[in-house]
């Protein structure tokens, strides 16, 4: 069974980055897929951000891609998410997914606030 | 981007009675591999979302036979032959030919 846990701080202050990582268990990264990331505001829908494959290649959602870096470590089969210049905008629960969407992590809620 | 366009926003069913959702791509969704590349999604309170879809048609595995999806091109739709209580929540469809985008969501409660 497919398995994805996010992990990372819960609260980041505005201006700073964000980063967070989803553990993959069940799976070899690198047996195929890709991985993204997709976020979800409070009380609203959810936004897709980014996906990466296990050789590297990438998307990025345009409006967040100037922000945003998804980067894979196959040797620990997990992957992981920066986006910097936080504002409140930015506060979510952010969740990881196997590519396309499947199997789905818990979610992890970050908060931007000072 | 490829917009993708829900109808409606909300719903709300009786028990046993029949629902179905619409959603509408700016751009066709039928890849040269000669798939469509649809999903639908179902978000319970509190859960993360859940596929139910993909390739417009395709029932996910341990999905309910009650769930079925249809359409090509650029119209879809999402039918439930008979709504239970456990299918209230949040649908969302998404598609995946470009980078990958997702409808507003409707939202479906029961009577």
């Known amino acids: 069974q497919v398995q994805l846990q996010e992990s990372g701080p819960g609260l980041v202050k505005p201006s700073e980055t964000l980063s967070l990582t989803c553990a993959v268990s069940g799976y070899s990264i690198t047996s195929g897929y890709y991985w993204g990331w997709i976020r979800q505001p409070p009380g609203k829908g959810l936004e897709w951000i980014a996906s990466?494959?296990?050789?590297?290649?990438?998307y990025y959602n345009p409006s967040l891609r100037s922000r945003v870096t998804i980067s894979v470590d196959t040797s620990k089969n997990q992957f992981s998410l920066k986006l910097s210049s936080v504002t409140a905008a930015d506060t979510a629960v952010y969740y990881c997914a196997r590519v396309p969407p499947d199997y789905w992590g818990q979610g992890a809620l970050v908060t931007v606030s000072s | 981007d490829i917009v993708m366009t829900q109808t409606p926003l909300s719903l709300s069913v009786t028990p046993g009675q029949p629902a179905s959702i619409s959603c509408k791509s700016s751009q066709s969704l039928l890849h040269s591999d000669g798939k469509t590349y649809l999903y639908w999604y179902l978000q319970k309170p509190g859960q993360s979302p859940q596929l139910l879809i993909y390739e417009a048609s395709r029932r996910f595995s341990g999905v309910p036979d009650r769930f079925s999806g249809s359409g090509s091109g650029t119209d879809f739709t999402l039918t439930i032959s008979r709504v239970e209580a456990e299918d209230v929540g949040v649908y969302y469809c998404m598609q995946g030919i470009q980078v990958w985008t997702l409808g507003q969501g409707t939202k479906v409660e029961i009577k």
């Open positions: 990466i494959y296990h050789s590297g290649i990438t």
